[in-house]
Nanobody, 118 residues
């Protein structure tokens, strides 16, 4: 059973920065894609950014230029650097890992709360 442990959330003022971490219990190269999602109260969970096994990255339009996804394979950790935060970024942020093996289900972390005050 794979564990994804998120950390780095907290309370920050608008315009501030946070870096989220997602530590996997096995090699991140065993996943085809790892991503960060977020869910605000009363809203569906949405993709924020993703990084493929080959290292390609992508992010959604509303965070482009502000959020950056990266990884450290030596630590089996994926990061989400979040800059220029706004109150609209307030949500629980979840790490997701999609295994290479089609027989495995996706894995999710427990989530980390990010609160941006105005």
């Amino acid at each position: 059973q794979v564990q994804l442990v998120e950390s780095g959330g907290g309370l920050v003022q608008a315009g501030g920065s946070l870096r989220l971490s997602c530590a996997a219990s096995r090699s991140i190269f065993s996943f085809s894609v790892m991503g960060w999602y977020r869910q605000a109260p009363g809203k569906p969970r949405e993709l924020v950014a993703a990084i493929t096994r080959s290292g390609s990255t992508n992010s959604v339009d509303f965070v482009k230029g502000r959020f950056t996804i990266s990884r450290d394979s030596t630590k089996n950790t994926v990061y989400l650097q979040m800059n220029s935060l706004t109150p609209e970024d307030t949500a629980v942020y979840y790490c997701n890992a999609a295994p290479l093996l089609a027989s495995e289900f996706d894995y999710w972390g427990q989530g980390t709360q990010v609160t941006v005050s105005s």
